[in-house]
């Protein structure tokens, strides 16, 4: 074998090294990537069911109710145009409550239903998850001055 061939294949084997590597980290993210929707988006755009994401917007007003077991609760999560059931086994943070933002993360179920693992509730006033701001925003709810969106410094 001469060294030109050697190199070649020296070469060759390389890449194919980095190929794999880059499809391992790839494989990797994908696996870890959690997607971030609005109620609507869920209603418009086909959801793979069982993918982890996240649904943001708004506690319905009169929605939440506590199960007898006394940690589950489900309440609906709104943009103002449309709305998700949510199911939430464990302990709410403490500012959750109706009428807030709220963002929480889990998987769809068979029935079009979300089944939460977290549940995120705003820090103060002013905050709220970027996603939440613009899914508001699109569907006409937000009222400038009501919350800052994440990454922005107040005036």
Known sequence: ??????????VLAGLG?????????????????V?????????E???????????GGLVEAASLRHESDGK????????????VPV???GALPD????????????????AGAFRADTVLAK???????????EALKKSGHWREGEAQPEGQAQR
Do not use: C, W
């Open 45 to 55: 755009k086909p959801v793979p069911r069982g993918r982890e994401l996240r649904i």
């Open 87 to 89: 199911t939430y086994s």
């Open 17 to 33: 090294m980095l190929g794999l590597a880059t499809g391992l980290v790839l494989s990797a993210f994908s696996d870890n990537l």
């Open 35 to 43: 997607f971030f929707y609005s109620p609507t988006d869920l209603k």
């Open 95 to 110: 500012l959750f409550r109706e009428g807030q933002g709220v963002v929480v993360e889990g998987k769809l179920d068979a």
């Open 123 to 133: 820090h103060d006033e002013r905050y709220m998850p970027r996603e939440v701001v």
């Open 1 to 10: 074998m001469t060294r030109k061939r050697r190199r070649l294949i020296a």
């Open 72 to 83: 589950t609760v489900e309440f609906r999560v709104t943009d103002g145009k449309s709305d």
